[in-house]
């Protein structure tokens, strides 16, 4: 909020602009430090109560990752001395808190492959070089904000509108599964399933397993041949409106696309909320708030943020995770899903810097790129952790 009357506040602040926005600048810097000091605070407190790195499950990692955000923010920050990217960065980290906040808080005992000096190593660097990476991002959103031009009627302009309002529909599907699961937690809702399994083995013996299954969120989706043990009702529907696809294997799979299907309704509505309020896309509301912010500056922090990022993941997330791989499993590679989209990521990274200094793709094009870049980030993130089964399964639990 501080940050925002930073910059948005110029308008109607009664001092000259610029002193007003040193002067809030300050005081929005000072309240994100003191935040931050509180999480360095809570990290290192937990890693010393728990005796392990407090990276071993998602809900740590996310943690972990809102806290790198912040400090490459901090770091970005004193190298420009601009108060406008806070106004991206800051929610961007409390909606990684936030989401971090869904999953199980209670410390977890690490696996064997885990108990390594080299995972603290591994995770931090790489987590640290996705922070760059996500100021990058916050940065480009900024730059298509303002140069996008949301009156414009050609093909082109109506082209970049609709990715934009997408690109910010996106981060409101998130808040949405946040706001939903929050609200369904509190409201104590809960829901059980129960899936048997049959399988044969090398000898031809079959034999059948039961496993349950717990939602916390109406099911919409059922898991894949199961049958319910209880269900709360909701709005009228005693009964899920579909069942998971046969190639859908696990019997957390139904969990996790109902999860998905809470998600997508929970932020369209939440985004037709907005669009009502405001009567307008939600990019041409926050395409005045720029006005007056050079776009330069907006690509330079952009580019110089994932220059910084670039050579860290390169360091956390390849060459610490492969020795550690080979530590662990015995082979520096092995086609993991996390290890290859690690690799996507860092090739569509390299692809980004090559265009940008062979090529020169800077701004729109350069923005773009940190925009997509991050999206595959998060996908390496969260989509293979709860979604693909890999060695990396177990974060997240």
């Known amino acids: 909020m501080f940050y925002v009357i930073a910059i948005a506040g110029k308008k109607w602040s009664n001092r000259d602009p610029e002193q007003h926005e040193r002067r809030w600048g300050r ?12 999480h360095l605070a809570f990290f290192f407190t937990r890693w010393a109560g728990s005796g392990q790195i407090p990276t071993s499950n998602m809900y740590e990692f996310m943690t972990f990752l809102g806290m790198s955000i912040m400090i490459a923010f901090t770091i970005v920050y004193f190298i420009y001395r601009k108060a406008l990217l ?13 989401y971090a906040s869904v999953f199980p808080q209670e410390v977890q005992p690490l696996i064997p492959a885990l108990q390594n000096v080299w995972l603290k190593v591994h995770v931090t660097t790489a987590a640290l070089g996705e922070a760059f990476f996500a100021v990058g991002f916050a940065a480009g959103l900024m730059y298509l904000l303002r140069v996008v031009d949301f009156k414009g009627k050609t093909k082109e302009a109506r082209r970049s509108q609709f990715w934009v309002e997408f ?30 399994q049959s399988k044969i083995d090398t000898k031809g013996i079959e034999s059948t397993t039961t496993e349950t299954v717990d939602y916390t969120l109406p099911p919409i989706v059922k898991p894949y041949n ?47 909320l907005l669009r009502l309020v ?3 896309p939600l990019g041409a509301v926050i395409h005045p708030v720029m006005e007056g912010i050079d776009p330069e500056d907006l690509d330079e922090i952009s580019y110089r943020s994932i220059a910084i990022g670039f050579p860290i993941f390169t360091l956390g997330a390849l060459i610490f995770a492969m020795i550690w791989a080979n530590i662990a499993w015995g082979r520096f590679w092995g086609w993991d899903p996390k290890e290859v989209w690690a690799l996507i990521t860092w090739l569509f990274y390299s692809a980004y810097l090559h265009f ?12 773009w790129l940190a925009v ?5 980030v998060l996908f390496t993130l969260i989509g293979v952790n709860l979604i693909i089964a890999g060695l990396h399964s177990y974060s997240g639990v």
């Open 27 to 38: 005081i929005a810097f000072g309240t994100s430090s003191l935040g931050l000091a509180a």
């Open 86 to 98: 806070g106004m991206f960065a800051l929610p961007l980290t409390v909606i990684i808190v936030a």
């Open 167 to 196: 690109s910010l529909y996106t981060i409101i599907v998130i808040v949405g599964f946040i706001f939903a699961v929050f609200a369904f937690r509190g409201a104590g809702y809960e829901a059980q399933f129960v899936q048997e």
């Open 226 to 272: 199961s049958q319910a043990v209880s269900i709360e009702s909701f709005l009228g529907m005693e009964e899920p409106l579909f069942e998971a696809p046969y190639w859908m294997n696990g019997v957390n799979s139904g969990r996790k696309l109902n999860t998905v299907v809470w998600s997508v309704i929970a932020g369209t509505l939440l985004y037709g």
């Open 278 to 280: 405001f009567r307008k």
């Open 356 to 367: 940008r200094l062979s090529r020169g793709w800077q701004g729109l094009r350069s923005a």
């Open 372 to 376: 997509i870049g991050f999206v595959i």
